[in-house]
T-cell receptor, first 116, second 115 residues
């Protein structure tokens, strides 16, 4: 079975550029989560979707960040304009059902983002 | 405040030795508890979870964890560590009846294995 697929695996870009991270959840999973991982702050939930609808975006750092889920098999996380402090590993995860606590998340391998 | 604490940032054990990784939580309601493992360059993989019932739960890769309500702990154990267990381990807690979106992750414990 294919797991959660994220692209690109690595992204290096200059400050001010737009960055788009992509995620394909596991087929049949109705919930999708975006995380950011840094050494300083650990793993932070940015936003999650149920049935393509954003449920909680309180973790999105600021207006420069936006996320969409146009259909059940695709989501994007966009940063515009990017800043060096956005450098991190970004993970996408998906789970069955409506994201209930008893449905564990399955993580992708992440996108390592470096903003110069 | 709800929180998860993994007191050990980095642990080194010899291959074949036993392992215990600590996790303490502060949670007002009945918790759901998880352990995840992250190998270098990869995402988190679920090792085991505890919802209710037997307080000793078995997971994949020979890991187990014990829920101790009186100590607010959910420590991860393995009787004999293999070199391939070198990774970072994350404990997470969430609310009974709640959402995965409410999950709180610890800061992680990095495990190194000596030959």
């Amino acid at each position: 079975d294919a797991g959660v697929i994220q692209s690109p695996r690595h992204e290096v870009t200059e400050m001010g550029q737009e960055v788009t991270l992509r995620c394909k959840p596991i087929s049949g999973h109705n919930s999708l989560f975006w995380y950011r991982q840094t050494m300083m702050r650990g793993l932070e939930l940015l936003i999650y979707f149920n049935n393509n609808v954003p449920i909680d975006d309180s973790g999105m750092p600021e207006d420069r960040f936006s996320a969409k889920m146009p259909n059940a098999s695709f989501s994007t996380l966009k940063i515009q304009p990017s800043e060096p402090r956005d450098s991190a590993v970004y993970f996408c995860a998906s789970s069955l059902g409506q994201g209930q606590i008893n449905q564990p998340q399955h993580f992708g391998d992440g996108t390592r983002l470096s903003i110069l | 405040a709800q929180s998860v604490t993994q007191p050990d940032i980095h642990i080194t054990v010899s291959e074949g030795a036993s392992l215990e990784l600590r996790c303490n939580y502060s949670y007002g309601a009945t918790p759901y508890l998880f352990w995840y493992v992250q190998s270098p360059g990869q995402g988190l993989q679920l090792l085991l979870k505890y919802f209710s019932g037997d307080t000793l739960v078995q997971g994949i890769k020979g890991f187990e964890a014990e829920f101790k309500r009186s100590q607010s702990s959910f420590n991860l154990r393995k009787p004999s560590v293999h070199w391939s267990d070198a990774a970072e381990y994350f404990c997470a807690v969430g609310p009974y009846g709640g959402s995965q979106g409410n999950l709180i992750f610890g800061k992680g414990t990095k495990l190194s294995v000596k030959p």
